[in-house]
């Protein structure tokens, strides 16, 4: 059993920054994939940003040299480090963990970005 728990969203200006957090518990956090989502008002869920267990990532091309997803394994946490943001980054953000046939949801942060 994985339950993940998501902070850090919040109002930011455009040009701004925020970091989310998605602090993970129950199975043994090293082995999983994690990930972040994030889904707009009318749209679908889309992938952001992922990090294997043994530390490879990758990215939207939307966010590529502006968001930087890092884990601290000591901790069971996941990280999303979000600069220059946009307005067109307003969604709810979703942490993901995965392991085998298997996978885990937070229940979402809002992020908003003013212009």
């Known amino acids: 059993q994985v339950q993940l728990v998501e902070s850090g969203g919040g109002l930011v200006q455009a040009g701004g920054s925020l970091r989310l957090s998605c602090a993970a518990s129950?199975?043994?956090?090293?082995?999983?994939?994690m990930g972040w989502y994030r889904q707009a008002p009318g749209k679908q869920r889309e992938l952001v940003a992922v990090i294997t267990s043994g530390g490879r990532t990758n990215y939207a091309d939307s966010v590529k040299g502006r968001f930087t997803i890092s884990r601290d394994n000591a901790k069971n946490t996941v990280y999303l480090q979000m600069n220059s943001l946009k307005p067109e980054d307003t969604a709810v953000y979703y942490c993901?963990?995965?392991?085998?046939?298997?996978?885990?949801w937070g229940q979402g942060t809002q992020v908003t970005v003013s212009s």
């Open positions: 993901n963990s995965m392991l085998g046939s298997i996978t885990y």
């Open positions: 129950g199975s043994i956090f090293s082995l999983n994939e």
